[in-house]
């Protein structure tokens, strides 16, 4: 993202200039959400308080207790009855939630916690270090900032990513990766794309598709990893870890610590993704809603600021193949003359462009509706 050119086009009344100064204040620190937290504060800036109506809903929160599916992978391989009940089970916690947590996957749980060491120390280590890795480039293999949508957003995150992005090439170069948590994060994406395909099997089966095809399609390709760090938040009630939003994505999966803090809209509430051990949370991403021609519709999620930190995570979309460029769109097996194609074709590029162009939360999806 050139940055010159996102602040050229924002406007310019004067109300708007204190904000500019201060985001431009918060960005050249290149210390991140950790920074401000480091320096002592016991209010959070003015940059990070969401706007007064997001401030009034949550005066009246729907919430729920309702549980998201829990998924028990043991046995896919080696009994085809439970393989057919694990399809059954993914076909509807993907439609009647878009998200699911999946235990026994395969990746042991050595794996999982030396991710979550490693996002940890590679944010606690020195500010000095960390800087060299800063950028607001989305395309760059390896990068650290905080709010990618600092400029576009009306409230910045409390958080802090360190992004590795597979989307142009399959190969990431361990001397590319920060040396603190080099090794960890090699062996996790490895484990990760073995289970990603897994998964898409059993998705396309569950769409009534061979079992191949999704995978066929790419859509376990163009893997981007980002690792989140949630400092404790002095003012919890007036910012938002993570705000709410879709994925550019078929598909994402994640990692979390035991805080807590994620949650997802059904029905018009939030319902509080409890951390499981040992599983990893999965959710449908908006490129799937369009091949699977809402068949399976992505989940709109948050993750809320909390006094208790730093709450670490990473999420791994998996985005489907971005170079050469490749045509997606509905699936032909999954339309029919009573039910038309409801999206045009996209390229992930500029998918992800369009998704990237506005403050995160703004869906794109209704940016490749075909007109009826």
Request: aromatic share 8%.
């Amino acid at each position: 993202m050139n940055m010159s050119t996102v602040k050229e086009s924002l406007p310019e009344p004067a109300e708007n200039n204190d904000r500019l100064k201060e985001l431009k204040a918060f960005g050249e620190t290149k210390s991140g959400v950790k920074g401000l937290v480091d320096s002592g504060i016991s209010k959070i800036p003015k940059l990070f308080i969401r706007p007064h109506d997001e401030l009034a809903d949550e005066s009246n929160p729907g919430r729920s207790n309702i549980q998201v599916p829990i998924i028990d992978l043991r046995g896919f391989e080696t009994d085809d009855d439970h393989r057919k009940k694990i399809i059954n089970d993914l076909k509807q916690a993907s439609k009647d939630y878009r998200i699911f947590q999946v235990l026994n996957h395969g990746i042991p749980l050595s794996v999982l916690d030396g991710m979550l060491d490693g996002i940890r120390r590679f944010h606690e280590q020195d500010a000095e270090i960390k800087k060299e890795f800063y950028s607001f480039d989305r395309f760059k293999k390896v990068n650290y900032a905080s709010n990618i949508d600092l400029y576009l957003s009306s409230a910045a995150d409390w958080r802090d990513t360190l992004t590795i992005s597979l989307l142009l090439s399959d190969h990431v170069e361990p001397d590319e990766l920060p040396a603190i948590c080099r090794s960890s994060i090699i062996e996790y994406i490895d484990q990760l794309t073995k289970l990603g395909e897994l998964l898409f099997e059993l998705l396309a089966e569950a769409l009534g598709l061979k079992r191949e095809h999704l995978v066929n399609m790419g859509c376990g390709r163009g893997r981007t990893f980002v690792c989140h760090y949630y400092p404790e938040c002095p003012e919890p009630e007036l910012a938002m870890g993570t705000s709410k939003h879709t994925d550019p994505a078929f598909l994402t999966i994640l990692l979390q610590d035991q805080i807590g803090g994620l949650q997802v809209l059904k029905n018009n509430q939030w319902i509080d993704v409890q951390p499981l051990a040992g599983s990893l949370v999965v959710n449908i991403g908006d490129f799937l809603q369009i091949i699977s021609n809402d068949e399976f519709k992505s989940a709109e999620h948050r993750v809320v600021a909390n006094r208790v930190g730093p709450r670490i995570s990473t999420a791994c979309f998996f985005t489907g193949v971005a170079v050469p460029p490749k045509i997606y769109g509905p699936i032909d097996e999954l339309v029919t003359k009573e039910n038309p194609p409801i999206y045009k074709d996209f390229t992930v590029r500029d998918y992800i462009n369009k998704f990237f162009s506005k403050a995160i939360g703004k869906s794109s999806l209704d940016d490749f509706k075909l007109q009826v």
